[in-house]
């Protein structure tokens, strides 16, 4: 029994893939200097126990001010 099997010519599907990557892998590099120029302010202690000052950190009494603490005082 013969099948009938075509012929892929892959060389265009794997330039388009090497493309792809290519701009994933910009992509990924771009959002890390975004997140590391632009530090989330709603962050929660768990994510920030790992990271270091970044000198953009809110305290009150000595204390870091809890997400959203900005936004609810003005809100009131």
Same mark, same amino acid.
């Given at each position: 029994m013969t099948e009938d099997v075509r012929d892929f010519d892959t060389t265009g599907m794997e330039e388009q893939l090497a493309h792809s990557q290519h701009l994933i892998d910009e992509a990924k590099v771009a959002a890390a200097e975004l997140a590391e120029s632009n530090p989330d302010p709603y962050e929660t202690d768990a994510e920030a126990k790992d990271d270091e000052a970044s000198g953009f950190e809110s305290f009150e009494d000595g204390r870091p001010a809890k997400p959203g603490a900005v *936004? /609810? /005082? *003005?809100?009131g």
């Amino acid at each position: 029994m013969t099948e009938d099997v075509r012929d892929f010519d892959t060389t265009g599907m794997e330039e388009q893939l090497a493309h792809s990557q290519h701009l994933i892998d910009e992509a990924k590099v771009a959002a890390a200097e975004l997140a590391e120029s632009n530090p989330d302010p709603y962050e929660t202690d768990a994510e920030a126990k790992d990271d270091e000052a970044s000198g953009f950190e809110s305290f009150e009494d000595g204390r870091p001010a809890k997400p959203g603490a900005v *936004r /609810a /005082a *003005r809100e009131g």
